[in-house]
Every structure is written in structure tokens, then in C-alpha cells.
């Protein structure tokens, strides 16, 4: 992880200087807090990838002579059959037309998604599915 946070890191600094020169030479407001907005963000992740790389174990990634056999095993639980991303993408598309329609649409969207959401965060934790 540490060279994850390294380049952001060096982010930090390219975009803030480019945001220091963009400020100078242009005088525009925006473009000069869209840059330093992307400096800060670069920063907060930099810093939690340096912060969280000294807590953790080494990774084949970050060792020079690490072989490919290194990196084998289990890297996460993925689910292979889950319906909940179909209603989610769905009230997602319905909250965002609903800007332009109607609020009554928003209001749908926003309470399906969130029921929407509830259902994929929590689908393994019922047990075993019944099929």
C-alpha cells in the first residue's frame, strides 16, 4: 500500500502546485477550487493508504521479490448471484430522471433505494438462501 500512497501523495503536491499556477495565471475561481478540491482529496487518500500500510502486513505488492505465486489465495467474498443490483440501479435511474420530471419521482426513487440498498447490504445475513 505504500506506494498507493506515495503516488497519491505526489498527487497532493502536482495539484496544488498546478492549482497555485492555474490561480496565477488565469484569476478564475473555479478551476482554482476544483483543483484544490482535487489536491484535498488526494491528500485524505494518501494519507489513509500511508497511515493504513504501516498497520498492516506486507503485501506481495510491495515486496521487490515477490513472485506471482505470492499474491495467490482468496483476495474477497464476491456474490455470485444477486438480484439486489437490478432494483438498485433501477431507483438510482429513477431519482435522477425524477430531477428533471418531478420531485414525486425523487421522492420514490430515494426511499426504493434506500430500501433497495438495505436488501444488498443485508442479503447474507438470513442465512442460507432458500433455492
Same mark, same amino acid.
Given at each position: 500500500m505504500k506506494v498507493e500512497g506515495w503516488l497519491f501523495a505526489a498527487g497532493f503536491f502536482f495539484f496544488s502546485l498546478a492549482a497555485l !499556477?492555474?490561480?496565477l495565471l488565469s484569476g478564475e475561481v =473555479? #478551476?482554482?477550487? /476544483?483543483? /484544490?478540491f482535487t489536491s484535498g482529496l488526494a491528500f485524505l487518500t494518501g494519507?489513509?493508504?500511508l497511515f493504513t500500510a504501516r498497520r498492516i502486513d506486507r503485501r506481495p505488492e510491495d515486496a !521487490?521479490? /515477490?513472485? *506471482?505465486?505470492?499474491?495467490?489465495?482468496?483476495?474477497?467474498?464476491y456474490s455470485p448471484h444477486s438480484w439486489w443490483p437490478l +432494483? =438498485? /440501479?433501477f431507483f438510482a435511474a429513477c431519482t435522477f430522471l425524477g430531477i428533471i420530471i418531478g420531485w414525486w419521482l425523487v421522492i420514490i426513487g =430515494? *426511499?426504493? #433505494?434506500g430500501l433497495a =440498498? *438495505?436488501?444488498l447490504v443485508f442479503e447474507y445475513y438470513r442465512?442460507? +438462501?432458500a433455492y
Open positions: !499556477v492555474y490561480w =473555479v #478551476g482554482t477550487v /476544483a483543483l /484544490a494519507y489513509y493508504l !521487490v521479490d /515477490a513472485e *506471482i505465486a505470492d499474491g495467490a489465495g482468496e483476495l474477497g467474498f +432494483p =438498485v /440501479a =430515494v *426511499i426504493g #433505494g =440498498v *438495505i436488501g442465512g442460507d +438462501p
